[in-house]
């Protein structure tokens, strides 16, 4: 029984509790047992809340037996340790924030609780969410269930490899240039970027403002549409959160597709496309064909300039952002007797960050220094505006548009490691979105030939997430992927 809870998605497991076959306190042990046994080895968590699991399961079975049950009522969460949560040890995966305890809840975490999310915990990440393998933790490496020695992708590889290996009911992420998705693309789960401003940034550490959204990893495409219409809305907190409406979107979710446009972008089919991901973005065409989705190629010019513009743009705002830890106001301090400020700020700098980290800050202070503001940032920016534009441009004649969400399946801890910009390229399908601003959604499409799981991806207009969820949904259905029982 309790493996079979753990394999639930959070709309089986809200019916279970409605109809009292289960009450919350025992899906919350189920997951905090296999934690047990699990964790050690595949190092998804950083701190586990047992504790206060257990008191959120008994208060929501409580709530549940007087008919007051909320959205969420009892379902076990699992928190990417970027999110500030209130008494709670916030780490970014970090040394420099090695046992900082917020004094306050992010927004976005603070709505689940308030809609009866139970919390389990604190995932790993790469360290402040620079990574595409979660090899870059100060807490050390994330493994991905679907095999030996496998990464799960990064940054958010704790909350992936937490939904593939059934240690939670679904979890949260943040995504500034493809991580939510690469990691669901890598552990056969799905994974939604919502657009810039539809969830409220206030309370999650800060990587580049401008890219950095929090969306929901989670089993399946309904559970996703129900974390999202709890995450998604304005906050007076967060300046850059937008104001548009929440759609209802978990209770529609049947829709036709007669009539929808899917763009098929021609700069993502690179010469040396991987043939197997060729074959299975062919198959997800064949799908939206067969449903009455009218087919459209079109281009996005701009698309090769996004990857290094992001490595202008976002190294900027992480050099900034990244400043605050200084020694004297969070977290690390590297002091000794008779140690002046300056070097105060240099040995906890020094010591407090990890290597991607500090190569982030050092590439992000260069191109916003005075003799290459122009040459690299101001540029950097005006080629953003373009490939906002070729967006703006190609959702005239489409409705949603479909790609392979990774270049490759999930690999082995060491491979990529040589230079930082094979690691890089692992983000060349998802970053143009983050760029853009716009929505968008992974969703496991099928295994390879090695059995590992290669993801599809869906970009819509900003503020459209019901037609992503609406199409995911239907190809969920028909591409009927099977996930990890373990
Ligand atoms: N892998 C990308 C990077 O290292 C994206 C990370 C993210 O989305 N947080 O910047």
């Given at each position: 029984m309790s493996q079979e809870l753990r394999y639930a998605t959070i709309a089986q497991l809200t019916t279970m509790l409605a109809t009292k076959q289960v009450s919350a306190r025992e899906i919350t042990d189920a997951y905090l047992d296999a934690i047990e046994v699990s964790n050690p080895k595949l190092?998804?968590?950083?701190?586990?809340t047992a504790e206060q699991a257990r008191a959120q399961a008994d208060a929501s079975d409580a709530r549940i037996a007087q008919g007051e049950a909320r959205a969420l009522e009892g379902i076990p969460i699992a928190i990417k340790d970027l999110f500030c949560t209130k008494g709670v040890q916030t780490t970014a995966a970090s040394h420099m924030l090695e046992g900082f305890i917020p004094p306050y809840e992010s927004t976005v975490t603070q709505r689940l609780y308030d809609a009866g999310m139970v919390g389990l915990g604190k995932t790993n990440l790469d360290q402040f969410a620079?990574?595409?393998?979660?090899?870059?933790s100060y807490f050390g490496n994330v493994l991905n269930p679907w095999g030996e020695n496998l990464v799960p992708g990064g940054s958010s590889g704790g909350s992936a490899t937490a939904v593939s290996a059934n240690l939670c009911a679904a979890s949260l992420g943040t995504d500034t240039g493809g991580s939510i998705r690469q990691p669901a693309a890598f552990s056969g789960i799905v994974g939604l970027k919502p657009t810039y401003g539809r969830c409220s940034r206030y309370g999650i550490i800060a990587f580049a403002s401008s890219l950095d959204q929090a969306g929901p990893i989670t089993k399946t495409v309904e559970d996703a549409a129900i974390l999202f219409e709890i995450m998604a809305g304005h906050d007076?907190?967060?300046?850059?959160?937008?104001h548009h409406e929440i759609p209802h979107v978990s209770n529609m979710l049947e829709g036709d597709m007669k009539g929808l446009r899917v763009g098929i972008p021609l700069e993502y089919r690179p010469d040396g496309l991987d043939a197997e991901i060729a074959a299975m973005w062919d198959h997800g065409v064949e799908i939206l064909r067969a449903r009455g989705a009218e087919i459209v190629p079109i281009s996005l010019k701009h698309t090769k300039y996004a990857l290094p513009t992001y490595y202008i743009i976002a190294p900027a705002e992480a050099s900034s952002n990244l400043a605050?830890?200084?020694?004297?106001?969070?977290?690390?301090r590297v002091h000794e007797a008779g140690m002046g400020i300056d070097d105060l700020y240099e040995c906890t700098r020094s010591v407090g960050f990890g290597a991607e980290v500090k190569r982030r800050i050092m590439i992000g202070t260069y191109v916003l220094s005075a003799g290459y503001y122009d040459a690299y940032y101001k540029k950097a920016q005006r080629v953003r505006g373009c490939i906002i534009n070729d967006f703006r441009e190609a959702f005239e004649k489409v409705d949603v548009i479909l790609t392979p969400t990774a270049p490759s399946a999930a690999f082995k801890i060491g491979e990529k490691m040589d230079d930082p910009v094979t690691m890089y390229l692992n983000d060349v399908f998802t970053v143009p979105a983050s760029m853009a601003g716009i929505p968008a959604m992974a969703i496991p499409a099928g295994l390879n030939k090695a059995g590992l799981p290669l993801g599809l991806q869906l970009l819509g207009r900003s503020f459209d997430e019901v037609t992503l969820f609406k199409v995911a949904a239907a190809m969920e259905r028909d591409l009927g992927f099977v996930r990890l029982k373990v």
């Amino acid at each position: 029984m309790s493996q079979e809870l753990r394999y639930a998605t959070i709309a089986q497991l809200t019916t279970m509790l409605a109809t009292k076959q289960v009450s919350a306190r025992e899906i919350t042990d189920a997951y905090l047992d296999a934690i047990e046994v699990s964790n050690p080895k595949l190092n998804a968590f950083i701190t586990i809340t047992a504790e206060q699991a257990r008191a959120q399961a008994d208060a929501s079975d409580a709530r549940i037996a007087q008919g007051e049950a909320r959205a969420l009522e009892g379902i076990p969460i699992a928190i990417k340790d970027l999110f500030c949560t209130k008494g709670v040890q916030t780490t970014a995966a970090s040394h420099m924030l090695e046992g900082f305890i917020p004094p306050y809840e992010s927004t976005v975490t603070q709505r689940l609780y308030d809609a009866g999310m139970v919390g389990l915990g604190k995932t790993n990440l790469d360290q402040f969410a620079m990574g595409s393998a979660n090899i870059t933790s100060y807490f050390g490496n994330v493994l991905n269930p679907w095999g030996e020695n496998l990464v799960p992708g990064g940054s958010s590889g704790g909350s992936a490899t937490a939904v593939s290996a059934n240690l939670c009911a679904a979890s949260l992420g943040t995504d500034t240039g493809g991580s939510i998705r690469q990691p669901a693309a890598f552990s056969g789960i799905v994974g939604l970027k919502p657009t810039y401003g539809r969830c409220s940034r206030y309370g999650i550490i800060a990587f580049a403002s401008s890219l950095d959204q929090a969306g929901p990893i989670t089993k399946t495409v309904e559970d996703a549409a129900i974390l999202f219409e709890i995450m998604a809305g304005h906050d007076e907190k967060d300046s850059t959160s937008a104001h548009h409406e929440i759609p209802h979107v978990s209770n529609m979710l049947e829709g036709d597709m007669k009539g929808l446009r899917v763009g098929i972008p021609l700069e993502y089919r690179p010469d040396g496309l991987d043939a197997e991901i060729a074959a299975m973005w062919d198959h997800g065409v064949e799908i939206l064909r067969a449903r009455g989705a009218e087919i459209v190629p079109i281009s996005l010019k701009h698309t090769k300039y996004a990857l290094p513009t992001y490595y202008i743009i976002a190294p900027a705002e992480a050099s900034s952002n990244l400043a605050r830890y200084d020694g004297v106001r969070y977290g690390l301090r590297v002091h000794e007797a008779g140690m002046g400020i300056d070097d105060l700020y240099e040995c906890t700098r020094s010591v407090g960050f990890g290597a991607e980290v500090k190569r982030r800050i050092m590439i992000g202070t260069y191109v916003l220094s005075a003799g290459y503001y122009d040459a690299y940032y101001k540029k950097a920016q005006r080629v953003r505006g373009c490939i906002i534009n070729d967006f703006r441009e190609a959702f005239e004649k489409v409705d949603v548009i479909l790609t392979p969400t990774a270049p490759s399946a999930a690999f082995k801890i060491g491979e990529k490691m040589d230079d930082p910009v094979t690691m890089y390229l692992n983000d060349v399908f998802t970053v143009p979105a983050s760029m853009a601003g716009i929505p968008a959604m992974a969703i496991p499409a099928g295994l390879n030939k090695a059995g590992l799981p290669l993801g599809l991806q869906l970009l819509g207009r900003s503020f459209d997430e019901v037609t992503l969820f609406k199409v995911a949904a239907a190809m969920e259905r028909d591409l009927g992927f099977v996930r990890l029982k373990v």
